[in-house]
């Protein structure tokens, strides 16, 4: 296969390409906040796993905390966990092909026994905590994560005021929201698995502050504290399907 041509302003797709086969994984996501700021791509590169390096736009790329509510997972059709609160530290990759997705640096959700099972198979970095997410569909919305195990301790805690009204993005809001994959390092080598959803419905939001250790605890400083962008989504259904193939 040709390697893509990697322009590093240029943002992904709108709309998610067709998975490459039935798909593995189906979860649904509710009540999404995106919350992100840039970092220097320099200092986030040793956290990308190996054949993958920082995705750019302007210049720049960006550290996400993002959080939802899961109300089921399938895999193979098959129900196997039951609703759980999730807050995740990203930062977004692209490969040798030009393929764009997320590395997820943490995974904190407050379903033990799913946390287990994420650790023991696909080796993402999922953790337990005690999550809490608090909103209602426009206006109010606050989130608060204390990690329980491993690295017990870790904490973050946010509020921000969601606008009624859908946006259209803009081409950074696009870039940091429209990830069609994710790289991880499963077996000895970096995979890549393929993720497939409606277009995300955006809402900006205002009045929005945040404290906490969780990207700290997770590798990155920050290079301004404010946020830089926040958004919410009423959510999505998500499908997932992995590739066998290591990436090169």
Do not use: K
Not at 68 to 92: C, K, Q
Not at 114 to 140: E, I
């Amino acid at each position: 296969m040709a390697v893509e041509e990697q322009r590093p302003d240029r943002v992904p797709p709108v709309e998610a390409p067709p998975l490459p086969g039935p798909a593995m994984l189906c979860q649904e996501w509710a009540g999404v906040v995106f919350l992100h700021w840039p970092v220097d791509p320099a200092e986030v590169t040793h956290l990308f796993p190996a054949g993958t390096r920082p995705d750019l736009i302007d210049g720049a790329t960006y550290v996400g905390l993002v959080a939802f509510h899961a109300p089921s997972t399938r895999v193979l059709g098959v129900r196997v966990l039951g609703a759980f609160d999730e807050a995740n530290v990203r930062l977004y990759s692209v490969d040798g092909q030009g393929r764009r997705g997320v590395v997820f640096l943490t995974m904190d959700s407050d379903a033990l026994h799913g946390v287990l099972a994420a650790r023991a198979v696909p080796r993402v970095p999922y953790t337990w905590a005690d999550t809490s997410l608090r909103q209602t569909t426009v206006g109010p919305c606050a989130g608060a994560v204390r990690r329980r195990w491993p690295q017990r301790g870790a904490w973050g805690r946010w509020r921000l005021r969601v606008d009624a009204h859908p946006t259209d993005p803009t081409p950074l809001e696009h870039f940091l929201t429209a990830r069609w994959g994710l790289h991880t390092s499963w077996a000895g080598a970096t995979r890549w698995v393929r993720v497939a959803h409606e277009p995300w419905i955006l809402h900006r939001a205002a009045d929005t502050t945040y404290e906490g250790d969780l990207l700290t605890r997770a590798g990155v400083r920050l290079q301004r504290t404010p946020v830089a962008s926040a958004l919410w989504s009423p959510g999505a259904v998500a499908e997932l399907t992995p590739s066998l193939l290591p990436v090169r």
